[in-house]
């Protein structure tokens, strides 16, 4: 159980153009999302905290104009890219939290990477 | 500020040994700690945890300790098996900031056959 699928797993898109990418818990209900993104050898840093009906809450320095964060359901939360650049480039996971489970753990997507040519 | 540091970026064991991956945090009022495996282009998944008021936690080959006065954890993984290379990170969280998890910058494990 637990698992969380990341679409599209990979993606190359245009500068300037937008780009989402869907984060779904297939087996269970997450209340909470997390969008996670990671520069090649460093850390995973979190962008932003996603709860379900609710605006999401962004960690200090992250664009919440450029980041835009959805999540309609109860399974299913979105990251879109708006107007990408180079420099948003990067490997995006997104993780959930599963209610009832072991404190704090989270279950991570496989993760998207994006390139922005 | 690297509020979660692992200083060893890479760890080399043969086989069969003991791998030891070290942490260390800054911030005191971190109350939870967990040790995620991360192989190329995966996500993390979810290895073992340790709650503050425990200083040892054991599944099956990982023990991760905790030692709180010097703001240190490690994990052990005993024996060491091929299949266990990978990046590991160790991440912390405080109650006050619910589950969000401040992740260290890995450490690259690569156990030799």
């Known amino acids: 159980g637990a698992v969380v699928s990341q679409h599209p797993s990979r993606v190359i898109c245009k500068s300037g153009t937008s780009v989402k990418i869907e984060c779904r818990s297939l087996?269970?209900?997450?209340?909470?999302m997390f969008w996670y993104r990671q520069f090649p050898k460093q850390s995973l840093m979190l962008m932003a905290t996603s709860n379900e009906g609710s605006k999401a809450t962004y960690e200090q320095g992250v664009e919440k104009d450029k980041f835009l964060i959805n999540h309609a359901s109860l399974t299913l939360s979105t990251l879109t890219v708006t107007s990408a650049h180079p420099e948003d480039s990067s490997f995006y996971i997104c993780s959930a939290s599963q209610p009832g489970q072991g404190l704090y753990e989270q279950y991570f997507g496989p993760g998207t990477r994006l390139t922005v040519t | 500020d690297q509020q979660v540091k692992q200083n060893s970026p890479s760890l080399s064991v043969q086989e069969g040994r003991i791998s030891i991956l070290n942490c260390d945090y800054t911030n005191s009022m971190f109350d939870y700690f967990l040790w995620y495996k991360k192989y190329p282009a995966e996500g993390p998944t979810f290895l073992i945890s340790?709650?503050?008021?425990?200083d040892k936690n054991e599944d099956g080959r990982f023990t991760v300790f905790l030692n709180k006065s010097a703001k240190h954890l490690s994990l052990h993984i005993v024996p060491s098996q091929p299949g266990d290379s990978a990046v590991y990170f160790c991440?912390?969280?405080?109650?006050?900031?619910?589950?969000?998890?401040?992740f260290g910058t890995g450490t690259r494990l690569a156990v030799r056959p």
């Open positions: 340790i709650s503050s008021i425990k």
């Open positions: 087996d269970f209900q997450a209340t909470t």
């Open positions: 991440a912390a969280s405080e109650w006050s900031s619910g589950d969000k998890l401040t």
